[in-house]
């Protein structure tokens, strides 16, 4: 059974940076695609960035892409976002998303870990 357990939120001010991490377990994730999601109060979850464990490709959504960047170390079975330039709107309950590359949406999810951004 897959696992994911994410770590690393908390509270920085506007400008700052923090990195997530996510600890999967439970399979060979070689095939697997790796994202991370969002979900502000009152908002809908929404896209954040994935990453393919075999090939490593990435790809963002636009409101993060050139300050977050997700990367993965295959011997610690982790994969981590790193947030620099945080603004007040990255708040959010941040989630670690796993699936298969032959499964078109992701189907494994972490608990969630808090970020707050002050202004």
């Known amino acids: 059974q897959v696992q994911l357990v994410e770590s690393g939120g908390g509270l920085v001010q506007a400008g700052g940076s923090l990195r997530l991490s996510c600890a999967a377990s439970?399979?060979?994730?070689?095939?697997?695609?790796m994202a991370w999601f969002r979900q502000a109060p009152g908002k809908e979850r929404e896209f954040v960035a994935s990453?393919?464990?075999?090939?490593?490709?990435?790809y963002y959504a636009s409101s993060v892409k050139g300050r977050f960047t997700i990367s993965s170390d295959n011997v610690k079975n982790t994969v981590y976002l790193q947030m620099d330039t945080l603004k007040p709107e990255d708040t959010a309950v941040y989630y670690c998303?796993?699936?298969?590359?032959?499964?078109?949406?992701?189907?494994?999810w972490g608990q969630g870990t808090q970020v707050t951004v002050s202004s």
């Open positions: 998303a796993a699936r298969r590359d032959i499964v078109p949406n992701y189907n494994h």
């Open positions: 439970g399979r060979t994730f070689s095939s697997y695609y």
């Open positions: 990453i393919s464990w075999n090939a490593g490709s990435t």
